[in-house]
């Protein structure tokens, strides 16, 4: 429940108001009652929830009487272009502090961001390395701060202020990431705000790295802070400081990142002082805002450049990270003029007890990400650049999650929103003259990596993850193939770190890293980014465990693009009972490892061979067992039959490929020695491939008549609309009597949850044995 | 005017049709779904995503699991060509993932005066450049287009 002095409530607390009785006979209030209601609401507040009014916008402000008084002084475009050049040096300079200071293995990487602002918060500019999904989401706070602490006797906003915040329901892209935002004062005036953000991981979740797939609660999903003044006229305060440390796993990470990102923010606002030194305080306002207003108008124009039409993509989701469903992601996005509308509904309803679900906020910051990485790079990267853009969304899916529910992994939904906006646009574009972007496939979109947390070897408390996120493959381009485990979606320049540094931190090693997985391809006439194999084993330590937090091990997570294919499945192997480092020891012969080799010849007696989907809850590993996972791979770009025979024979040289795929797939024929392919032979397979498509596809109309059912498949939890009709969503939910599929808007459906999948399996092996009894004849007496 | 919309598709506004760039085939209306003049096929996904660990000993092997995600791939009725190809859930209808409003394209184009086979790229970068004239101005004649076989 979310209580704010503006919105009413139903619980009979802050909001209630004396009209709300039905039947209600009362006189209205006059203007002075209705002011003395008002003052004893704002006084007697219970508490400052998150604010629809801030937490539902993603426009810019309208300018304000002091920016319209400085621009009316007359804008110097020269001016202001070398104003946001410096600032986007300002700007690089304290991420690069960030980076080369911040204890965060995401500081490391480079997963963070460093921005300027206006005075109301919209974001100016970004730094050009780093997260661009910041720029549509740390607004909010700034928001938040100025409506709600601004005027308030006990809080204030002073020169010298910090304020901190990680929460994702006060707008963050997730709870991992945690902000510093300090304001830049002039004549006791706010006139622009500076912020550093780094995902720092560990943050008290109930799972270690701050990102679990296994919270069931919003409370298991580590720290809640809402935006709060941590640092006072220059100075960090200590109380709250030891409290924040005292929360999480990483007391030393904790202390270490906010000194990193005040001093990075106290550098750039030298920076700004400078620059506003040299020009002027109105013309550094009016410079700020100009670009910020610059920038929608630019966005508008780009969008009356594409066709006029809809275009729309649908995902699904295999998993809740506990246990394999399908939840589905809906999307249309529709051009008219300038203006572009981007339509949610049909998307598939919140999950009351598992972490998938994400705020709003989230999953439009990862559209953004998608704009301004991957529709429009050049653009500053302003709150503005999503201005011109509506979006349409239902709350209470799990891609509008409401307050209530757990988002630890809330990425499984905000990525989906990046893949939307991603896809959708290489056909929104394709026929533009005006583009700046490559036409492209789907980006791959799971952090397929290892999270992490226990004991080190020096005997610290730990919780974080493996960069490895940062392996994703990236999608075919029109022209050419995506690159191999190029950079996570949401951060061009990060990059995979360097593991033997942090071995020195952690008790475990990668004893495979980046192997590519063979036919782990999105197949294409230009084929999808490959993914690579990681293989980790911990030793050394008394208490060490492993967690995935992805899905996408039965329905592909990315699909291709103009009849190239998705990626494959990832599923996540492991070994236990073994210890593969005594094993190695005694004969190093046996290091020859693959994922693929030891799952399938079981090379080593008394191990448990298992797999699983890559949504696995913190897992204690005993010394030297084996975890395996995989990345995933971009998706494929036009028909594999138009694919360059030799580009495959390469591929098949290389070992990238299967001879399977070759001949299957591809359609090509070589000479298993020499690689050389035969032309003859495969332009007739080709041409007998092309065929047997025709053959054996049916019309649209009469392939419709046998294929299309009017619900999911019956044993299939499946959650969202059916087809195109998006006004009502199927879901399943557990009664009293078992599972029951409904069907009904989002507002009618009942609040989902799923059983605790241990005793959904220990309930069918119940009735197993039951089953055996009965047939066996043997009379068992139980009480319960 | 013909306009590609797609690596595949081509809407020729003088018809208001949609054409296969390959083949030129037919493919229906320009303002309707260009799926309904396309062939059909239900894909088993594990054929194309193959497994990679033992399905006899694991549920979990790197191809999907087939009673979770089909893939519909859309073939054109001339040539054969993958046009498109869509992941869905066993039985969930095809999506109409285009629909274009034709009067504004053709408002579009007539206003840039501007050839679209010569003027659409695949994007900024020298290897982007795409010459669509061949696929375009030869479609009785299609041996000479990029996207020629026989």
Redesign the interface.
Known sequence: MTLTANEPSTSGTAGDTAGDTAGDTSQPLTAQEQQWVDQFMDETTLFLGPDPAIMRSHQITSRSAYEDECISKGVDPIKVDRIRKRLAGALDEGYEMCEAMGAAPGAKWGDLTTAIYTAEGDVTYLSCHGVIAFSAILHHPIRYIMKYWKDEPTVGINPGDGFIHNDARYGNVHNTDQSMIMPIFREGKIIAWVAATIHEGENGACEPGGMPSGSETPFDDGLRMSPFKIVEKGELRRDLLTFLQHSVRDPKLQLADLKVKIGAVQRIQERVDSIIDEVGVETFVAALRVTVEDVEQEVKRRISEL????????Q?M?STLKE?I?IKFACKVTV?GDKMTVDLRGTGPEILNRAINSPLCSVKSMMMQAILAFWWPDLPRCTSAMSPIDIISDEHTWADAGYDAPMGQSLQASFRGFSALQTAF??MQ????E?????LAPWFNQINTFLWGGLTQHGDQVGNLCADLNGMGGGA????DGEDAVSPLFCAMADTAEQEVMEEEVPFMQLVSKRI????QG?G?NSGGMGYEMIVAAEGTPMWGFMTVTSG????SV???????????????MVKGINIYDIIRKDSSKFDLS??RI??EQPYEGGK?????MGLQFDVAKDGEMYMI?QGSGGG??????RDPEAVAKDLELGRI?P??AT??YGVVWDPETFVVDQEAT?QL??D??????A??????E??EG???T???K??L?YGS???DTEELTATHFTNNGPERVKATIDKLPLIMLPDRREVKISALEDRIRELELKHGEVVHRKS | MRIPMTEYLIIDLDTERWNCRVCNQDLGEARGNYKEGTLVYDRDPTEIHQSILDPEKYEFTFAPDPTFCRILEFYCPGCGTQLETEYVPPGHPPTVDMLWDIDSLRETWTKRGTKPEVVINYGPGEEAVADFAPALGSHNTHNHSPHSFS
Request: one cysteine or more.
């Open positions: 066709p006029d039409g809809t275009v729309s993509f649908n699904f295999d394999n399908l008219k290489a056909k394709f026929s533009n003259p583009k700046f972007s490559n036409v381009k029109a022209f050419r997985v063979r036919d782990n197949f006439k091990s039965k329905f592909s699909t291709g693009m103009f009849g190239g294919y998705g990626c494959s499945t990832t599923p996540l192997a994922m693929e799952m399938n061979y298992t797999t699983a989907h995989a770009y036009g028909d594999v039959l138009e299967s399977k795929v299957s797939i332009t080709r041409h491939s092309r065929q047997a498509r025709i054996r596809g049916k019309p649209y109309k392939f419709l294929y299309v059912k619900e999911p498949p044993d299939l499946y059916w087809g195109d």
